[in-house]
């Protein structure tokens, strides 16, 4: 009986991995796909479509249920909205507008720095002795060298507005991976998603429409509306499932340390679909996190 229990959490662990390995391949690819209708769209305007969009592919597998048991988890959802599917979205697409993009994924990092800070104070989930920490820090470093190519620009250290949006919008999705993390012991991660990124997607879509930005949505061209349904169902939606899932099934810890594979994706599928090179640094880095993941995945 013991043995059968300690197999079932063993294969949940696989589970919760592979969950996160591929909520990262999708989150990544969101970075090649989103290149092509910012260029045209207002962030606003595209953030609030991607999560109506996301939330609405999500019905099906939430039951199309909204309703919750307690008012706690009413709490925690509207947290979870308003800093992960509202303010994060939008700081992140307008920041991305005043920034490069090698400044820009060199920041974004700090979505995993935050959210490991924040739960070792706030929850008392932290790395494991001296090799779960040395993992993390392993991961950092490939995360660093694979957007630097050891070099950094000039911008980086400046303080500029795009700069801020982006850390600010790092920090918001960090508080939310945390409230979302207490939401899961009761909720169903399929419900968590379809609910959060749905209800999201309409504050953004009432307030876009407040500030007299609907032409930006009824004048998008019919050949981005596939760029954008396919980003919204797989990099924003299908990734949120994936990753919750997670987080659900190894922790915090673990599941950041996984998902910080999203920068490598993000290389390889720019690679293939841009045409951009991969550099020997990029190589190496990959090798360090995969190292750091594992030994992550024992400590």
Not at 76 to 82: E, G, H, M, Q, R
Not at 93 to 107: K, V
Request: aromatic share 8%; proline share 3%.
């Amino acid at each position: 009986m013991a043995a059968e229990k300690a197999e079932g959490h063993k294969q949940h662990g696989i589970v919760g991995y592979l969950s996160v390995l591929f909520a990262s391949a999708l989150f990544g690819s969101v970075f090649t796909l989103a290149k092509v209708p910012l260029t045209t769209v207002d962030p606003l305007a595209l953030s609030a479509i991607v999560y109506t969009i996301s939330g609405l592919s999500l019905i099906p597998f939430a039951k199309a249920s909204f309703r919750f048991h307690t008012r706690r988890e009413y709490y925690y959802l509207a947290i979870i909205t308003v800093i992960g599917a509202v303010a994060a979205p939008v700081l992140l697409l307008y920041g991305l507008q005043q920034t490069n993009a090698s400044d820009a994924a060199i920041l974004a990092n700090g979505e995993i720095v935050f959210t490991i800070i924040l739960s070792a104070i706030f929850f008392g989930e932290k790395p494991r002795g001296r090799i779960g920490l040395f993992a993390v820090i392993l991961v950092l470093i490939g995360l660093f060298v694979a957007t630097t190519d050891l070099k950094l620009s000039e911008t980086i250290l400046e303080f500029n507005a795009g700069n801020v949006m982006i850390l600010g919008s790092m920090l918001m999705w960090a508080i939310d991976n945390n409230v979302s993390r207490r939401l899961t012991s009761s909720v169903r991660p399929a419900k968590i998603a379809m609910v959060k990124s749905l209800s999201g997607g309409l504050i953004l879509l009432a307030i876009a429409l407040v500030l007299g930005k609907s032409s930006a949505i009824t004048n998008i061209e019919p050949n981005l509306w596939l760029i954008i349904v396919g980003m919204s169902v797989s990099g924003f939606g299908g990734a949120l499932l994936l990753f919750l899932q997670g987080i659900k099934s190894i922790g915090m810890v673990k599941t950041m340390s996984v998902f910080s594979m999203t920068p490598i994706f993000g290389i390889v599928i720019a690679a293939l679909v841009l045409g951009e090179s991969i550099t020997i640094f990029q190589g190496i880095a990959t090798c360090l996190i995969i190292i750091g993941i594992l030994l992550v995945s024992r400590h």
